[in-house]
């Protein structure tokens, strides 16, 4: 079993559990903490280190136990300590005191999580999501009229977009901005009460302007979904305006530090010039021009400028993921349970497979997810900064962000709910945060976008790159695809593969795992499952384009869980190929070693949770499915020496965990305890355990 031991801990560090003596052959790899942690800091290595420190202060930390209306007043101020910090202005014009840093800006913003999700996500209202609109979706005009004061918080503001009728269906909302000619004003209406903007962060008190999503409509033409600039508040009294009324939404499963909010609007009139027109404008006779002929492309197009809210989420999940598993992972290499393969010492957590299967695969993906969001952000800042802006890689970053958005809030609910249950009862203590963040983290999941929804998006974008490859070939290309489409499927169906693959292995399993574990080999497995899945969608809704839209919509409908099930299988695989372009990137030998074993893992873990239809469709052999759980567990054994370094190159500290479980003080009353018994041996005054008497007193009757 492995002990545990003392070994020097600098700031941010705990004693660490000692690795298991090598074997006589082959000496252990060491993980070189220092260079994995440089590299997981990514291009922004220096934002993250700055954003780190701020977050370690007491004056940005969620205290739990207060009143939701106590908490609000506290996370509006730690929104004036970021200003006064110069935290978050990085990505708006240098003109105007800001950057131009887009990718600098997220990576710092996410790190605020650790801090306070509701800190984390005010500030994303705030900046990420109210200052965008105007940026992006404004003028000159109106970066020079509202950004400073949005900038230095005299404007707190709302982004009231989703209605109470529509939430991830945008192009629905009801709420219309009707252009007046007579006094060149927009009327804004909510004609109902679904139509109410609902869950509006800032809106139920804090709220003085908001941008508002509406219905553009002039000369009796509707043109639309655009942007407009509404003030809300009387800034004086913070009285609703004429016009404006709107509830509080209350209290909340989570993230209770931020006032959301409903608003509504009875025939509120706002200037023309309020409209923000990057993308569409109305001339002061009503008519209306967009640079961007096409509705539905112009449509996208606004609302792609605004991805940066989904790239953050995807960062910050993965940074509440790393916080939970360190202190989970450290706590395991310290807690004692059961005497399994000792009769005087209990063995330590992480040394039950069980323990190692449900914390080492969620690492594996964590740091899946984790390069995988490098990759998001550095595409991110290429478009936003105009490096490499075309259409082509908006719908990139668009999808991307959609994708592994998606995947990274559901892996961070599931993380920190394994990682509460991996601690026990001490787990739900509120002190250890796993409750808490899961609680904030779980609207993650549906708001800027719903996560289902968002792999709809995704699973659309592989359907049309697939339609793409066909759309111009001749009738010899498309039958010899077809051909050899019809051959793969016999051969996967009539078992041929199989036999195949039992060939290679020769029935051996060492063989078998060694198929597996090969990278093409994990590589060939999830692209095909991947495409695949895709082309079978895609042959199941040929010619659904000439159907009616009924007919059209139902055919969809009834392959709608497959596209999205395809859609997901796209993001593991992206997570997968970010995590192998990573260990390209490491030059420590054990390094590269041991995060391989953890990429191994990963891939090995998806091809576990899809085995069925590895099986069913004939891509594996039962001789190597069967081997794939076993070598899992090989790779558990592997791993554990180096758990404690894995989760340290995370680089958070004691005050970005801040959970008692991760302080130490279970290995100071495990030790306590065991030399207290140690004491009671030695001393011959131990009393006798009552198994042991009675074996003494058979073994004496038989003599």
């Given at each position: 079993?492995?002990?545990v031991v003392?070994?020097p801990a ?5 004693p ?6 090598p ?16 590299q ?6 220096d ?6 420190e ?8 969620k ?6 209306t106590?908490?609000r007043k506290?996370?509006f ?7 006064e910090n110069?935290?978050?202005h ?5 003109a105007?005191?800001?950057?131009d840093?887009?990718?600098?800006n997220i990576?710092g913003?996410?790190?605020?999580v650790v801090?306070?999700p509701s ?16 940026m992006?979706l404004g ?10 004061g ?5 404007i ?11 939430g991830?269906d945008?192009?629905?909302?009801a709420?219309?901005?009707?252009y007046?000619?007579?006094?060149e004003e927009?009327?804004?209406h ?12 800032n ?8 941008v508002?999503?509406a219905?553009l ?9 655009h942007?407009?600039?509404?003030d ?7 009285e ?10 209350g ?5 209770n530090g931020i ?8 025939n ?6 309020n409209l ?11 008519t ?5 002929a ?9 609302l ?17 993921s ?9 706590y395991?290499?310290?807690?004692r349970?059961?005497?399994a393969s000792s009769?005087?010492d209990?063995?330590?957590?992480l ?10 695969t969620r690492?594996a993906?964590t ?24 259409d082509e ?9 959609a ?6 809030t ?13 601690c026990g009862?001490?787990g739900f203590?509120?002190e250890?945060r796993f409750?808490?963040?899961?609680a ?5 999941a ?7 929804v968002?792999l ?12 793409k ?10 039958a010899?695809y077809v051909v050899?489409?019809a ?9 041929l593969r ?9 029935g ?10 090969d990278?093409e080999g994990?590589?060939?497995?999830l ?8 082309a079978?969608?895609?042959g199941?809704?040929?010619g659904?384009?000439r159907?009616s839209?009924e007919k059209?919509a139902?055919?969809?409908n009834r ?7 395809a ?12 995590f192998?372009?990573?260990?390209r ?6 390094t ?5 074993w ?6 090995l873990s ?6 069925s239809?590895?099986l ?6 039962m ?10 567990n ?5 791993i ?8 340290e ?6 005050d970005?965990?801040r959970?008692?479980v991760?302080?130490?003080a279970e ?8 030399a207290?018994f ?8 131990a009393?006798?355990d009552?198994?042991?008497q ?10």
């Amino acid at each position: 079993m492995t002990e545990v031991v003392d070994r020097p801990a600098g700031k941010g560090q705990r004693p660490a559990a000692a690795k298991p003596a090598p074997g006589p052959s082959r000496a252990q790899p060491a993980v070189d903490v220092e260079a994995l942690g440089r590299q997981l800091l990514g291009k922004w290595a220096d934002v993250r280190l700055q954003a780190r420190e701020l977050a370690a202060r007491p004056e940005l930390h969620k205290i739990e136990g207060l009143t939701h209306t106590e908490h609000r007043k506290r996370v509006f101020g730690q929104l004036r300590y970021l200003v006064e910090n110069e935290a978050v202005h990085r990505a708006f014009p240098a003109a105007l005191g800001g950057s131009d840093d887009h990718g600098g800006n997220i990576a710092g913003f996410e790190e605020l999580v650790v801090a306070d999700p509701s800190l984390q996500i005010k500030a994303g209202v705030q900046w990420g999501l109210f200052g965008s609109a105007v940026m992006h979706l404004g003028t000159a005009e109106h970066h020079a009229t509202w950004l400073p004061g949005i900038m230095n918080l005299d404007i707190p503001g709302c982004f009231a977009m989703t209605e109470t009728g529509h939430g991830s269906d945008v192009a629905s909302i009801a709420t219309t901005a009707t252009y007046d000619p007579s006094t060149e004003e927009f009327v804004v209406h909510t004609p109902f009460r679904a139509a109410w903007k609902d869950y509006i962060g800032n809106a139920a008190t804090d709220g003085l302007g908001a941008v508002v999503f509406a219905q553009l409509v002039t000369r009796g033409v509707n043109h639309g979904v655009h942007a407009f600039y509404v003030d809300l508040r009387n800034p004086e009294t913070r009285e609703f305006l004429p016009g404006i009324g709107g509830e509080d939404d209350g209290i909340k499963g989570g993230l209770n530090g931020i006032d959301n909010g409903r608003l509504h609007f009875t025939n509120v009139r706002i200037p023309r010039t309020n409209l923000l027109n990057r993308y569409g404008d109305v001339a002061p006779d009503g008519t209306y021009s967009s640079p961007i002929a096409s509705p539905g492309r112009r449509f996208f197009t606004m609302l792609g400028t605004l991805v940066q809210g989904r790239v953050s989420l995807d960062g910050a999940a993965v940074a509440a993921s790393k916080v939970a598993l360190k202190a989970a992972i450290g706590y395991a290499t310290e807690r004692r349970q059961f005497n399994a393969s000792s009769h005087t010492d209990e063995e330590v957590l992480l040394d039950y497979q069980r323990h190692q299967r449900r914390l080492f695969t969620r690492l594996a993906t964590t740091y899946a997810a984790g390069f995988a969001h490098e990759q998001l952000l550095e595409k991110f800042d290429d478009v936003f900064s105009g490096a490499h802006d075309t259409d082509e890689d908006r719908q990139d970053l668009e999808t991307l962000a959609a994708a592994l958005k998606a995947l990274s809030t559901w892996h961070a609910l599931d993380t920190l709910q394994e990682c509460r249950e991996a601690c026990g009862g001490a787990g739900f203590l509120i002190e250890n945060r796993f409750a808490s963040l899961r609680a904030d983290l779980d609207v993650y999941a549906t708001f800027e976008g719903d996560n289902t929804v968002l792999l709809q998006l995704v699973a659309k974008r592989l359907l049309a790159d697939y339609a793409k490859e066909f759309r111009n070939v001749d009738f010899g290309v498309l039958a010899r695809y077809v051909v050899g489409q019809a051959t793969g499927a016999a051969i996967h169906r009539t078992g041929l593969r199989q036999v195949a693959q039992f060939m290679a292995d020769t029935g051996s399993v060492q063989r078998a795992a060694i198929a597996l574990r090969d990278e093409e080999g994990q590589r060939a497995l999830l692209t095909d499952r991947v495409q695949t899945m895709v082309a079978e969608a895609a042959g199941s809704l040929r010619g659904s384009n000439r159907l009616s839209q009924e007919k059209g919509a139902a055919l969809f409908n009834r392959h709608q869980n497959e596209l999205i099930d395809a859609a997901q299988a796209h993001a593991e695989l992206l997570q997968w190929e970010a995590f192998t372009d990573a260990l390209r990137e490491m030059e420590d030998p054990g390094t590269k070693l041991v995060l391989t074993w953890l990429r191994d893992l990963f891939g090995l873990s998806l091809i576990e949770k899809n085995l069925s239809w590895y099986l069913m469709n004939g891509r594996l052999s039962m001789q190597r499915g069967r081997t794939v759980g076993e070598y899992i567990n090989r790779l558990l054994v592997k791993i554990r020496p180096h758990a404690l370094d894995l989760v340290e190159a995370f680089g958070y500290g004691d005050d970005h965990v801040r959970a008692a479980v991760a302080t130490g003080a279970e290995k100071e009353r495990q030790d306590e305890a065991r030399a207290y018994f140690r004491s009671q041996r030695a001393s011959g005054q131990a009393p006798v355990d009552e198994k042991v008497q009675l074996a003494r007193t058979a073994a004496a009757k038989r003599n």
